[in-house]
Protein backbone atom coordinates (compact mmCIF):
# COMPACT_ATOMS: atom_id res chain seq x y z
CA UNK A 1 0.00 0.00 0.00
CA UNK A 2 1.33 3.67 -0.91
CA UNK A 3 0.60 6.27 2.11
CA UNK A 4 1.32 9.50 1.96
CA UNK A 5 1.84 11.73 5.21
CA UNK A 6 1.38 15.21 4.61
CA UNK A 7 1.88 18.83 7.17
CA UNK A 8 4.51 16.67 8.52
CA UNK A 9 6.70 17.97 11.60
CA UNK A 10 8.71 15.33 12.33
CA UNK A 11 11.60 14.03 14.88
CA UNK A 12 13.52 12.04 12.60
CA UNK A 13 16.79 10.75 14.19
CA UNK A 14 18.44 11.17 10.94
CA UNK A 15 21.45 13.74 11.97
CA UNK A 16 21.21 15.25 8.38
CA UNK A 17 17.68 16.66 9.56
CA UNK A 18 16.82 16.25 12.89
CA UNK A 19 13.61 17.99 12.65
CA UNK A 20 11.27 18.63 10.14
CA UNK A 21 8.74 20.67 9.54
CA UNK A 22 5.61 21.35 6.59
CA UNK A 23 7.25 18.15 5.57
CA UNK A 24 5.90 15.09 3.30
CA UNK A 25 6.49 11.49 4.42
CA UNK A 26 6.06 8.73 1.66
CA UNK A 27 5.38 5.19 1.96
CA UNK A 28 5.36 2.67 -0.16
CA UNK A 29 4.85 -1.17 0.75
CA UNK A 30 6.72 -2.08 3.74
CA UNK A 31 9.76 1.14 3.14
CA UNK A 32 9.58 4.88 3.62
CA UNK A 33 9.83 5.94 -0.24
CA UNK A 34 10.48 9.68 0.50
CA UNK A 35 10.93 12.85 2.96
CA UNK A 36 11.47 15.83 1.88
CA UNK A 37 9.35 19.59 1.95
CA UNK A 38 8.03 19.12 -2.01
CA UNK A 39 5.39 16.51 -2.28
CA UNK A 40 6.24 13.63 -3.85
CA UNK A 41 5.06 12.86 -7.67
CA UNK A 42 2.78 9.93 -8.03
CA UNK A 43 -0.79 8.49 -6.57
CA UNK A 44 -0.98 7.53 -3.16
CA UNK A 45 -3.64 5.30 -1.79
CA UNK A 46 -4.10 6.69 1.07
CA UNK A 47 -3.07 10.82 2.34
CA UNK A 48 -2.94 11.62 6.34
CA UNK A 49 -3.12 14.82 7.51
CA UNK A 50 -0.59 15.20 10.17
CA UNK A 51 -1.41 19.01 11.06
CA UNK A 52 -1.34 19.23 15.31
CA UNK A 53 0.52 16.11 15.39
CA UNK A 54 4.48 15.06 15.71
CA UNK A 55 6.04 12.25 13.68
CA UNK A 56 8.79 10.05 15.18
CA UNK A 57 10.40 6.52 14.12
CA UNK A 58 8.17 3.86 16.95
CA UNK A 59 10.07 2.57 19.79
CA UNK A 60 12.58 -0.23 19.82
CA UNK A 61 11.84 -1.78 23.43
CA UNK A 62 15.11 -3.97 23.51
CA UNK A 63 14.34 -5.77 26.39
CA UNK A 64 10.84 -7.37 27.01
CA UNK A 65 9.10 -10.55 28.51
CA UNK A 66 5.98 -9.76 26.61
CA UNK A 67 3.56 -12.53 28.35
CA UNK A 68 4.26 -11.19 31.99
CA UNK A 69 1.71 -8.86 31.23
CA UNK A 70 -0.33 -10.94 33.61
CA UNK A 71 1.85 -10.37 36.44
CA UNK A 72 0.82 -6.70 36.10
CA UNK A 73 1.94 -5.48 39.76
CA UNK A 74 2.33 -9.30 41.46
CA UNK A 75 4.91 -9.71 43.67
CA UNK A 76 5.45 -5.48 44.59
CA UNK A 77 7.43 -4.15 46.66
CA UNK A 78 9.97 -7.14 46.80
CA UNK A 79 13.75 -7.11 45.64
CA UNK A 80 14.57 -8.94 42.32
CA UNK A 81 15.77 -12.17 44.16
CA UNK A 82 12.58 -12.67 46.51
CA UNK A 83 10.30 -11.46 43.66
CA UNK A 84 11.47 -14.19 41.25
CA UNK A 85 11.83 -16.94 44.08
CA UNK A 86 8.63 -16.46 45.50
CA UNK A 87 6.33 -14.82 43.08
CA UNK A 88 7.30 -14.65 39.68
CA UNK A 89 8.79 -18.29 38.99
CA UNK A 90 6.12 -20.34 41.05
CA UNK A 91 3.21 -18.41 38.74
CA UNK A 92 5.52 -18.96 35.55
CA UNK A 93 5.58 -23.20 36.45
CA UNK A 94 1.77 -22.47 35.64
CA UNK A 95 1.76 -21.06 32.32
CA UNK A 96 0.68 -23.11 29.75
CA UNK A 97 0.48 -22.10 25.50
CA UNK A 98 -3.09 -20.26 26.24
CA UNK A 99 -1.93 -18.60 29.15
CA UNK A 100 1.31 -16.99 27.39
CA UNK A 101 -0.88 -16.25 23.82
CA UNK A 102 -3.46 -14.54 26.31
CA UNK A 103 -0.50 -12.31 27.90
CA UNK A 104 1.56 -11.76 24.73
CA UNK A 105 -1.34 -10.18 23.08
CA UNK A 106 -2.07 -8.04 26.19
CA UNK A 107 1.30 -7.12 26.44
CA UNK A 108 1.88 -6.30 22.35
CA UNK A 109 -1.83 -4.66 22.13
CA UNK A 110 -0.32 -1.93 25.11
CA UNK A 111 3.06 -1.51 23.44
CA UNK A 112 1.23 -0.55 20.44
CA UNK A 113 -1.05 1.75 21.21
CA UNK A 114 1.90 3.23 23.65
CA UNK A 115 4.03 3.57 20.20
CA UNK A 116 6.42 0.38 20.12
CA UNK A 117 6.98 -0.57 16.42
CA UNK A 118 10.09 -3.38 17.23
CA UNK A 119 10.98 -5.54 20.49
CA UNK A 120 13.50 -7.69 21.56
CA UNK A 121 11.67 -10.02 23.93
CA UNK A 122 13.06 -13.21 26.09
CA UNK A 123 11.08 -15.70 27.19
CA UNK A 124 9.37 -19.58 27.50
CA UNK A 125 6.58 -20.94 25.14
CA UNK A 126 8.48 -18.72 22.40
CA UNK A 127 6.90 -20.19 19.32
CA UNK A 128 3.67 -18.79 20.72
CA UNK A 129 4.89 -15.39 21.18
CA UNK A 130 6.45 -14.90 17.31
CA UNK A 131 2.75 -16.48 16.41
CA UNK A 132 1.49 -13.34 18.86
CA UNK A 133 3.84 -10.97 17.09
CA UNK A 134 3.39 -12.02 14.12
CA UNK A 135 -0.30 -11.08 13.91
CA UNK A 136 0.21 -8.02 15.70
CA UNK A 137 2.47 -6.59 13.07
CA UNK A 138 5.58 -5.26 14.90
CA UNK A 139 8.79 -7.17 14.26
CA UNK A 140 9.98 -9.04 16.82
CA UNK A 141 13.65 -10.25 17.86
CA UNK A 142 12.72 -13.22 19.79
CA UNK A 143 14.44 -15.53 22.31
CA UNK A 144 13.70 -18.41 24.91
CA UNK A 145 16.50 -17.09 27.36
CA UNK A 146 18.58 -20.28 28.48
CA UNK A 147 17.90 -22.07 32.03
CA UNK A 148 19.86 -25.03 33.08
CA UNK A 149 19.78 -25.88 37.07
CA UNK A 150 21.43 -29.31 37.13
CA UNK A 151 24.69 -30.37 37.67
CA UNK A 152 26.96 -29.25 34.83
CA UNK A 153 28.62 -32.37 34.93
CA UNK A 154 25.30 -34.00 33.98
CA UNK A 155 24.29 -30.91 30.94
CA UNK A 156 23.77 -32.69 27.76
CA UNK A 157 22.20 -30.81 24.72
CA UNK A 158 19.93 -33.95 23.89
CA UNK A 159 17.74 -33.76 27.05
CA UNK A 160 18.33 -29.72 28.05
CA UNK A 161 14.71 -28.67 27.25
CA UNK A 162 16.18 -25.12 26.10
CA UNK A 163 18.82 -26.42 23.50
CA UNK A 164 15.74 -28.21 21.87
CA UNK A 165 13.83 -24.55 22.32
CA UNK A 166 17.08 -22.92 20.19
CA UNK A 167 16.55 -25.04 17.84
CA UNK A 168 12.99 -25.30 17.36
CA UNK A 169 12.72 -21.42 17.41
CA UNK A 170 15.38 -21.34 15.08
CA UNK A 171 14.14 -23.77 12.30
CA UNK A 172 10.50 -22.53 12.41
CA UNK A 173 10.55 -18.89 12.98
CA UNK A 174 13.81 -17.31 12.05
CA UNK A 175 13.24 -14.75 9.03
CA UNK A 176 9.73 -15.20 9.00
CA UNK A 177 7.59 -12.90 7.74
CA UNK A 178 9.86 -11.98 5.30
CA UNK A 179 11.93 -10.76 8.01
CA UNK A 180 9.46 -9.96 10.78
CA UNK A 181 10.49 -11.96 12.81
CA UNK A 182 13.75 -13.00 14.19
CA UNK A 183 15.81 -14.95 16.41
CA UNK A 184 18.78 -14.32 19.21
CA UNK A 185 20.45 -17.19 20.69
CA UNK A 186 19.93 -16.65 24.52
CA UNK A 187 21.31 -17.68 27.97
CA UNK A 188 18.68 -16.22 31.12
CA UNK A 189 21.94 -14.99 32.93
CA UNK A 190 25.24 -16.51 34.66
CA UNK A 191 23.53 -17.33 37.65
CA UNK A 192 20.50 -19.57 36.13
CA UNK A 193 22.89 -21.42 34.38
CA UNK A 194 26.38 -22.70 33.61
CA UNK A 195 29.11 -23.40 31.60
CA UNK A 196 28.53 -26.05 29.04
CA UNK A 197 25.28 -24.33 28.55
CA UNK A 198 27.10 -21.25 27.78
CA UNK A 199 29.18 -23.19 25.68
CA UNK A 200 26.66 -25.09 23.81
CA UNK A 201 24.46 -21.67 22.99
CA UNK A 202 27.42 -19.90 22.22
CA UNK A 203 28.28 -22.51 19.86
CA UNK A 204 24.45 -22.60 18.09
CA UNK A 205 24.65 -18.56 17.68
CA UNK A 206 28.24 -18.75 16.09
CA UNK A 207 26.78 -21.80 13.87
CA UNK A 208 23.77 -19.90 12.49
CA UNK A 209 24.92 -15.91 12.69
CA UNK A 210 22.89 -15.40 15.54
CA UNK A 211 22.80 -12.32 18.06
CA UNK A 212 22.53 -12.96 22.03
CA UNK A 213 20.77 -11.71 24.57
CA UNK A 214 21.44 -11.91 28.29
CA UNK A 215 20.67 -10.55 31.72
CA UNK A 216 23.94 -9.05 32.82
CA UNK A 217 25.22 -7.87 36.00
CA UNK A 218 21.46 -6.73 37.18
CA UNK A 219 21.89 -6.74 41.15
CA UNK A 220 24.87 -6.16 43.21
CA UNK A 221 24.41 -9.49 44.67
CA UNK A 222 24.90 -11.19 41.31
CA UNK A 223 27.71 -9.65 40.39
CA UNK A 224 29.45 -10.52 43.10
CA UNK A 225 28.09 -14.03 43.74
CA UNK A 226 29.66 -14.57 39.92
CA UNK A 227 33.18 -13.27 41.02
CA UNK A 228 32.92 -15.19 44.04
CA UNK A 229 32.28 -18.33 42.13
CA UNK A 230 34.28 -18.22 39.25
CA UNK A 231 36.60 -15.34 39.98
CA UNK A 232 35.45 -12.82 37.40
CA UNK A 233 32.47 -11.02 36.47
CA UNK A 234 29.71 -12.27 34.39
CA UNK A 235 30.26 -10.13 31.17
CA UNK A 236 33.63 -11.74 31.14
CA UNK A 237 33.44 -15.46 32.34
CA UNK A 238 30.43 -15.48 29.90
CA UNK A 239 32.93 -14.11 27.26
CA UNK A 240 34.73 -16.82 28.17
CA UNK A 241 32.88 -18.98 26.36
CA UNK A 242 32.28 -16.80 23.36
CA UNK A 243 28.56 -15.77 24.19
CA UNK A 244 29.39 -12.60 23.02
CA UNK A 245 31.49 -13.51 19.74
CA UNK A 246 28.17 -12.30 17.46
CA UNK A 247 27.67 -9.15 19.52
CA UNK A 248 24.04 -8.29 20.93
CA UNK A 249 22.32 -7.22 23.72
CA UNK A 250 23.18 -7.21 27.27
CA UNK A 251 20.14 -6.11 29.87
CA UNK A 252 20.74 -3.83 32.78
CA UNK A 253 24.28 -3.46 33.11
CA UNK A 254 24.13 -1.99 36.57
CA UNK A 255 27.02 -3.25 37.81
CA UNK A 256 29.68 -3.07 34.94
CA UNK A 257 33.37 -2.78 35.43
CA UNK A 258 35.43 -0.93 33.42
CA UNK A 259 36.68 -4.09 31.64
CA UNK A 260 33.33 -5.35 30.91
CA UNK A 261 32.34 -2.36 29.17
CA UNK A 262 35.39 -2.21 27.31
CA UNK A 263 34.77 -5.92 26.56
CA UNK A 264 31.28 -5.13 25.47
CA UNK A 265 32.34 -2.31 23.13
CA UNK A 266 34.75 -3.98 21.70
CA UNK A 267 32.54 -7.21 20.76
CA UNK A 268 29.66 -5.13 19.62
CA UNK A 269 27.66 -5.42 22.95
CA UNK A 270 24.97 -3.09 23.20
CA UNK A 271 23.71 -2.06 26.91
CA UNK A 272 19.56 -1.78 27.45
CA UNK A 273 19.11 0.28 30.20
CA UNK A 274 15.83 -0.62 32.07
CA UNK A 275 15.10 1.97 34.56
CA UNK A 276 11.66 1.81 35.38
CA UNK A 277 12.85 -1.83 36.95
CA UNK A 278 15.61 -1.64 37.88
CA UNK A 279 14.20 1.06 40.41
CA UNK A 280 11.51 -0.82 41.12
CA UNK A 281 13.25 -3.74 42.17
CA UNK A 282 15.62 -1.59 44.27
CA UNK A 283 18.60 -3.18 41.74
CA UNK A 284 19.97 0.13 41.09
CA UNK A 285 20.86 2.66 38.35
CA UNK A 286 22.92 1.62 35.40
CA UNK A 287 25.94 4.50 35.12
CA UNK A 288 25.18 5.43 31.42
CA UNK A 289 28.06 8.29 31.05
CA UNK A 290 30.36 5.33 32.04
CA UNK A 291 29.49 3.01 29.38
CA UNK A 292 29.73 5.81 27.12
CA UNK A 293 32.77 7.03 27.90
CA UNK A 294 33.70 3.03 27.75
CA UNK A 295 32.68 3.31 23.93
CA UNK A 296 29.30 1.29 24.84
CA UNK A 297 25.67 2.25 22.98
CA UNK A 298 23.22 1.96 25.23
CA UNK A 299 19.76 1.41 24.26
CA UNK A 300 16.25 1.53 26.21
CA UNK A 301 13.89 -1.46 27.42
CA UNK A 302 10.88 -1.48 29.54
CA UNK A 303 11.73 -5.38 30.92
CA UNK A 304 8.67 -7.24 32.06
CA UNK A 305 5.60 -5.84 32.79
CA UNK A 306 5.79 -7.37 36.04
CA UNK A 307 8.59 -5.72 37.33
CA UNK A 308 7.75 -1.85 35.38
CA UNK A 309 4.58 -1.95 35.41
CA UNK A 310 3.76 -0.60 31.74
CA UNK A 311 5.22 -1.09 28.51
CA UNK A 312 5.37 2.53 27.68
CA UNK A 313 8.47 3.71 26.41
CA UNK A 314 8.32 7.66 26.89
CA UNK A 315 8.03 6.71 30.68
CA UNK A 316 11.17 4.83 30.31
CA UNK A 317 12.79 7.49 28.47
CA UNK A 318 11.53 10.48 30.92
CA UNK A 319 12.80 8.02 33.54
CA UNK A 320 16.25 7.38 32.32
CA UNK A 321 17.25 10.83 31.31
CA UNK A 322 15.93 12.34 35.57
CA UNK A 323 17.68 9.15 37.38
CA UNK A 324 21.19 9.72 35.43
CA UNK A 325 20.61 13.63 36.88
CA UNK A 326 20.01 12.50 40.52
CA UNK A 327 22.49 9.55 40.36
CA UNK A 328 25.85 11.60 38.30
CA UNK A 329 24.65 14.97 37.47
CA UNK A 330 26.92 16.34 39.71
CA UNK A 331 30.34 14.63 37.68
CA UNK A 332 28.04 15.40 34.16
CA UNK A 333 26.14 17.69 32.45
CA UNK A 334 22.46 16.27 31.40
CA UNK A 335 21.79 14.14 28.89
CA UNK A 336 20.22 15.45 25.81
CA UNK A 337 16.42 14.56 25.05
CA UNK A 338 18.03 13.59 21.17
CA UNK A 339 20.29 11.05 23.27
CA UNK A 340 17.49 10.01 24.95
CA UNK A 341 14.99 9.63 22.15
CA UNK A 342 18.49 8.00 20.19
CA UNK A 343 18.55 5.17 22.24
CA UNK A 344 14.60 4.74 22.71
CA UNK A 345 14.71 4.58 18.95
CA UNK A 346 18.04 4.51 16.46
CA UNK A 347 20.28 2.85 18.69
CA UNK A 348 17.78 -0.46 19.52
CA UNK A 349 17.58 -0.87 15.64
CA UNK A 350 21.24 -0.94 15.64
CA UNK A 351 21.64 -3.52 18.67
CA UNK A 352 18.97 -5.73 16.65
CA UNK A 353 20.73 -5.08 13.32
CA UNK A 354 17.43 -3.55 12.19
CA UNK A 355 17.23 -0.74 9.62
CA UNK A 356 14.51 1.21 11.02
CA UNK A 357 14.58 4.14 13.97
CA UNK A 358 15.50 6.49 11.56
CA UNK A 359 12.47 8.76 9.70
CA UNK A 360 14.78 8.60 6.14
CA UNK A 361 14.06 7.35 2.66
CA UNK A 362 14.65 3.61 2.32
CA UNK A 363 14.08 2.49 6.08
CA UNK A 364 11.80 0.20 7.33
CA UNK A 365 8.35 2.39 7.57
CA UNK A 366 8.01 1.58 11.52
CA UNK A 367 6.49 5.35 12.33
CA UNK A 368 4.12 6.87 14.97
CA UNK A 369 2.14 10.18 15.37
CA UNK A 370 1.87 11.91 18.67
CA UNK A 371 -1.04 14.10 19.28
CA UNK A 372 0.62 17.68 20.42
CA UNK A 373 -2.72 19.41 20.70
CA UNK A 374 -3.38 17.01 23.88
CA UNK A 375 -3.46 19.43 27.26
CA UNK A 376 0.15 17.78 28.20
CA UNK A 377 2.02 18.43 25.42
CA UNK A 378 0.74 22.16 24.62
CA UNK A 379 2.52 24.77 24.14
CA UNK A 380 5.56 23.36 22.80
CA UNK A 381 9.14 25.31 22.60
CA UNK A 382 11.13 22.31 21.83
CA UNK A 383 10.10 19.17 20.26
CA UNK A 384 12.17 16.77 21.54
CA UNK A 385 11.55 18.05 25.18
CA UNK A 386 8.11 17.72 24.53
CA UNK A 387 8.61 14.12 23.56
CA UNK A 388 11.01 12.83 26.67
CA UNK A 389 9.68 15.42 29.51
CA UNK A 390 6.13 15.63 28.64
CA UNK A 391 4.83 12.62 26.55
CA UNK A 392 3.41 9.90 27.52
CA UNK A 393 1.97 6.38 25.52
CA UNK A 394 -2.07 7.60 25.98
CA UNK A 395 -0.72 10.73 23.40
CA UNK A 396 0.19 8.13 20.82
CA UNK A 397 -2.61 8.69 17.63
CA UNK A 398 -1.14 6.30 14.93
CA UNK A 399 1.19 3.31 15.07
CA UNK A 400 2.71 2.31 11.16
CA UNK A 401 5.06 -0.87 11.65
CA UNK A 402 6.70 -1.90 8.18
CA UNK A 403 4.45 0.19 6.54
CA UNK A 404 1.05 -1.31 7.75
CA UNK A 405 -1.08 1.29 9.99
CA UNK A 406 -1.84 -1.39 13.20
CA UNK A 407 -3.09 1.31 15.48
CA UNK A 408 -5.30 4.57 14.81
CA UNK A 409 -7.21 7.12 16.76
CA UNK A 410 -7.44 4.41 19.31
CA UNK A 411 -8.43 1.44 17.52
CA UNK A 412 -6.56 -1.80 17.12
CA UNK A 413 -6.28 -2.89 13.21
CA UNK A 414 -4.15 -6.11 13.99
CA UNK A 415 -5.52 -7.33 17.47
CA UNK A 416 -9.13 -7.98 19.27
CA UNK A 417 -8.72 -6.29 22.65
CA UNK A 418 -12.29 -7.26 23.58
CA UNK A 419 -11.49 -11.24 22.83
CA UNK A 420 -7.51 -10.48 24.34
CA UNK A 421 -9.45 -9.28 27.34
CA UNK A 422 -11.64 -12.55 27.65
CA UNK A 423 -8.97 -15.05 27.50
CA UNK A 424 -6.68 -13.10 29.83
CA UNK A 425 -9.83 -13.20 32.77
CA UNK A 426 -11.46 -16.26 31.47
CA UNK A 427 -8.53 -18.22 31.15
CA UNK A 428 -5.21 -17.23 32.01
CA UNK A 429 -6.23 -15.51 35.22
CA UNK A 430 -7.55 -18.48 36.92
CA UNK A 431 -5.42 -20.83 35.82
CA UNK A 432 -1.71 -19.63 37.33
CA UNK A 433 -3.05 -17.53 40.19
CA UNK A 434 -6.46 -19.73 40.93
CA UNK A 435 -9.28 -18.76 41.83
CA UNK A 436 -12.82 -18.18 39.53
ZN1 LIG B 1 14.49 -9.06 32.06
Known amino acids: MSILFENVTAVTMDPAQPVLKDAFVAVEGTQIASVGTERPAGEFERTIDCTGKVMMPGFVNCHTHVPMALM ?29 AAGAELGLAEMIASGTTCIADMYMNTEIIAQAALKAGISADLACGAVYFGDPADFSPETCNDCENHIRLFENWHGAGDGQILVDASIHAEYTSCPPAWEWVAGFAQKHGLRMHVHVSETLSEHEKCIDKYGTTPAQILDKYGVWQNGGIAAHCVYLSGGDAELFAKRGVTAVHNPVSNL ?32 DMFEEMKTAALVQNYSFGEDHSQLSAADILAMATVNGAKALGRDTGVIAAGKTADLILVDFTAPNLFPCHDIMENLVYSANGSNVCMNMARGKIIYEDGEFLTLDLDRIRAEVTGYALPHIFGGK
Open 72 to 100: RGYGGGCDLHTWLNDYIFPVEAKLDDWCV
Open 280 to 311: KLRSGVAPLFFLRDCGMSVALGTDGVASNNSH
